[in-house]
């Protein structure tokens, strides 16, 4: 990084961008004035409108008077000026003064659909990689005074726009405090997504479980804004950071609110369940299947000991090469173009599933444990929490197969008492479990009707003498 005490010459910073063939540098002689831009970082429109056609029609003897108007920021800042050139602006230098103008206008994707956060009811917008694009939408859906913005940056090399916003008068400001600690105290070259970020400021870097929700989604956003959370949007990121949380969070769709609340009890329930089946299913036929033979039924057992009499493989062996045919098979369905990708894993899921039950590598019955784990954790709206339920499910399946059911219920020991340990911003990340709080299991474990839902979560409650300031 360039030092404060440099000289600010025009010489200085065409070195400082040495071997930068996007850099632009134009001169304009008959006013002595030269300006220095990325071409690729400005609006053309804003650069004709707001420097071209003033500096057309200006002597060089009036271009000084031109200068001082509000548009153009001096700066004897070296690292400023730099900076400001990074960020899309342009720097003018005439005689001994240089000039910051604000010119940004990136091409950037237009507002989409989200791909990964689909609903079916409700609006269909989605976060780009533009922050303020990002920010106008949230304003859009939240328009109020207290909604408040702090911009900060992280990166030593290369510096990226970080902007916290939260509701003043509504959210806990310890919280606030202690995101904004989190992200000023990081020390990295460089962060390109907020997904990256999110790692840098978790309480436990080394957990499986996500600790901040990720979104696309500008109206999970501003309800979770309104409910007293934080959030975190990072120019360049399509995903906007929301914290604290906590795990029952990562079930709830923003479906179920568009729904009648019976409908979305309905299927808030089903995701709970099916949680249940793709965390246990696949370990408990593995328990079952390797000790104690009778907890099965004897009509089923007899089925089972036929599909299994010409399996060589203990039944571990058998289900984790089942587990990891399906999570490659789910890896390229993602990987590959989503025609293809789609093809792949159907195609591919009867076709393997087949050919193994013909080879006698594993038992029919298996195949359907390990397909409906499969499909129960396509229920779950997180795809991260996805992805660690699944990776746990393995760790299930391998004390299921040393120790059978003992095994099983120390795995799920473990999983609570670590689930019970983690903190999000400082907050248990199991509320309203622990501590115990009823009031909000209304809107955690089920979909309560909305004149239910008036109070704020628990985890993030300010006392209610704010509410007074929210009225006026």
């Given amino acids: 990084m360039t030092a404060n005490h440099k000289p600010v010459t025009l010489e200085y910073v065409l070195h400082e961008f040495e071997q930068c063939v996007d850099l632009i540098h134009r001169n304009f002689p008959m006013l002595s004035a030269d300006m220095v831009y990325f071409d690729h970082l400005i609006d053309k429109d804003a650069m004709e409108r707001e420097v071209l056609q003033p500096f057309a029609n200006v002597q060089a003897d009036e271009l000084e008077n031109l200068l001082k108007d509000t548009r153009f920021k001096p700066s004897s800042s070296s690292k400023e000026i730099i900076e400001g050139i990074l960020k899309g602006d342009a720097a003018i230098f005439h005689e001994s003064s240089v000039y910051l103008v604000s010119l940004y206008g990136p091409s950037s994707r237009p507002i989409e659909q989200s791909e990964t956060e689909a609903v079916i009811i409700g609006p269909h917008d989605a976060f780009t990689e533009s922050a303020f694009t990002n920010l106008s939408l949230i304003r859009r859906k939240l328009k109020s005074s207290h909604l408040k913005v702090i911009q900060l940056s992280v990166g030593e090399v290369a510096k990226s726009d970080v902007f916290v916003l939260y509701i003043d008068g509504i959210v806990n400001m310890e919280f606030v405090n202690e995101m904004i600690k989190r992200i000023r105290d990081i020390e990295v070259d460089i962060i390109t997504d907020s997904n990256m970020l999110v790692q840098h400021i978790d309480d436990y870097p080394n957990t499986i479980f996500p600790l901040f929700l990720t ?71 593995v328990a079952i299947t390797t000790y104690p033979y009778e907890m099965i039924p004897e009509n089923l057992l007899y089925t089972l000991i036929e599909s299994r009499s010409r399996v060589p493989f203990p039944p571990v062996f058998e289900a984790l090469l089942m587990e990891v045919t399906i999570e490659l098979l789910r890896e390229a369905g993602a990987r590959l173009p989503s025609k293809i990708g789609q093809t792949i894993g159907i195609v591919g899921g009867i076709v393997i599933g087949q050919a193994a039950v013909q ?66 911003l400082g907050s248990s990340y199991i509320t309203p479990l622990a501590p115990l709080n009823f009031q909000d299991w209304k809107d955690s474990f089920i979909r309560g009707p909305f004149w239910m839902l008036k109070d704020r979560p628990a985890q993030s409650r300010t006392h209610n003498k704010v509410r007074n300031k929210m009225k006026r």
């Fill in 359 to 424: 080879a006698g590598l594993t038992s029919n019955i298996l195949i359907i444990a390990v397909a409906l784990s499969a499909i129960a954790s396509f229920v779950i709206p997180s795809y991260v929490m996805s992805a660690s339920i699944r990776f746990a499910r393995f760790f299930l399946i391998i004390l299921a197969g040393i120790w059978g059911n003992f095994g099983l219920m120390i795995g799920i020991s473990i999983l609570v008492i670590h689930l019970s340990k983690l903190t999000s």
């Fill in 215 to 285: 979104t696309e989604r500008p109206d999970l956003i501003v309800s979770k804004l309104s409910g007293g959370r934080v959030a975190v949007i990072m120019d360049e990121s399509p995903s906007v950071i929301s914290g604290p949380t906590s795990l029952f969070e990562f079930f709830t769709s923003p479906d179920d609110y568009y729904q009648r609340w019976v409908i979305g009890t309905a299927t808030r329930i089903l995701r709970y369940i099916a949680f249940i089946i793709t965390i246990t299913f696949t370990a408990v036929y």
